[in-house]
Structures are given as C-alpha cells and as structure tokens.
C-alpha cells in the first residue's frame, strides 16, 4: 500500500461548483498533513496546513480524520485559477519528519 | 519569503555525462531536500541534509551523490547520467514552525533531459 494516495482524476467542474478531494494515508504515527497546489510546469507551493480541528481559508477547508486516516480539501465556488494539480502530504515522524507527497490530484475549471 | 533557488532550469546532457544541479536557500534553513518528479508517481525523495557537511539517503538515492559544504548550498550531482534519469529535479528548503508544522519552500525547478 502506497504511504498516501490521492485520485489523480481529472476533476473537471464549471465555474462556481464545489469540488472535494481526499487522500488516505497508511502510517498512524503521522502528525503534519499539508495540501500543496502545483500549477503547470510550475514548483509546489503550500496551500494550507491540516490540523486536527479542521481549518478554512477563504473558499477553503482541510479536515482531517485520524480514524480513517484521509484528509480532504473541499473548495467552494470554483475559479478558472483554481486549475492545478493539488498534492496532499504527510510526515512520517519515526523517519526523521520526513514528508511523503502523494501523486496528486489534477483539478480542470471550466467556464 | 524564503527564497530557494535552482541555477539551471533546462539541461539536456548526453548518457554518461556527470551533471551539477545547484540550489540555494536565503533563510538560513538547516533542512534542505532534492526530490524528483515524474507523471503518475509524485515527488520521490532522492537526498536530504539535515545540516552542513550532513546528508542522508532518501528513497530513491541510486546513480545520484550530494554535497552540503555551505549551510545555504545544497547540490545534487549525477555522476554518470542514463536516459531514466530524465525527470523535473526538485530543490526544497523546510521550516520547522513553532507548533512543530513542517513547511518546504521549492525551487523552481531543473528539467533535465539525458539523451
């Protein structure tokens, strides 16, 4: 089993539409989880840290749920530039924090 | 901002050519990484450096070496390049926050092409 896993998809929604992704991950010791966006050809960019109690920002939210091990990032009222590949990533704490990036999940707004 | 730079952005090297890929971090980082990307199978960890003179081996460490003789230079070097090593090359630098997140800025990028 992969340390984390994310639908590649693509996504593709309208503008306005609200759109979830999720992401599952294996180890139980993990601590950290991060939603990075990547635009084409472009570097990773962090998007917004998951804690425990759930965090929104803007048109964002990231939650998280230990005991099915997945976090999600649901965005509201899509924009074309919202467009990216969206990376969900983990810690892995008994490796020296060392953080594992899933494959991504590739997001397509349209007008 | 913390900024992460990588000098090279596009390299084509021929199979058994030894590339440099440089990067520099301006924020006094300690942690600094080279991951590579490919379609389908996301950042792999290739080598990290805790501090300098430091490093250690990531998941994928074979066919690359790596050298931290600077607290801001981290550089991955690929001593005898193979055409499997075409792939985007991927420098990070992390912050350790106070409540203990783990946040990497990236470099731009190195797109390297071996032919």
């Known amino acids: 089993r992969k340390e984390v896993e994310q639908d590649p998809g693509p996504f593709n929604v309208p503008e306005g539409a609200t759109v979830a992704f999720n992401c599952t991950y294996s180890?139980?010791?993990?601590?950290?989880f991060f939603w990075y966006r990547q635009d084409c050809r472009k570097e990773p960019k962090l998007l917004m840290s998951v804690y425990s109690s759930g965090n929104e920002d803007g048109r964002f939210t990231a939650q998280l749920n230990r005991a099915s091990q997945y976090i999600s990032l649901l965005i509201r009222d899509s924009k074309l530039s919202d467009s990216a590949t969206y990376l969900c990533?983990?810690?892995?704490?008994?490796?020296?924090?060392?953080?594992?990036f899933g494959a991504g999940t590739i997001l397509r707004v349209k007008s | 901002d913390v900024k992460v730079t990588q000098s090279s952005r596009y390299l084509v090297k021929r199979t058994g050519e030894k590339v440099f890929l440089e990067c520099v971090q301006d924020?006094?980082?300690?942690?600094m990484f080279w991951y590579r990307q490919d379609p389908g199978l996301g950042l792999r960890l290739i080598y990290f450096?805790?501090?300098?003179?430091?490093?250690e081996k990531g998941d994928i460490p074979e066919g690359y070496s790596v050298s931290r003789e600077k607290k801001e230079r981290f550089s991955l070097i690929l001593e005898s390049a193979s055409t499997n090593q075409t792939s985007m090359y991927l420098c990070a630098s992390r912050e350790v926050t106070g409540h203990g997140a783990n946040v990497l800025t990236f470099g731009a990028g190195s797109r390297l092409t071996v032919l």
């Open positions: 924020m006094d980082h300690e942690n």
């Open positions: 180890n139980s010791a993990s601590q950290s």
């Open positions: 450096s805790y501090d300098v003179k430091m490093k």
């Open positions: 990533v983990v810690n892995l704490p008994e490796y020296g924090n060392k953080l594992v």
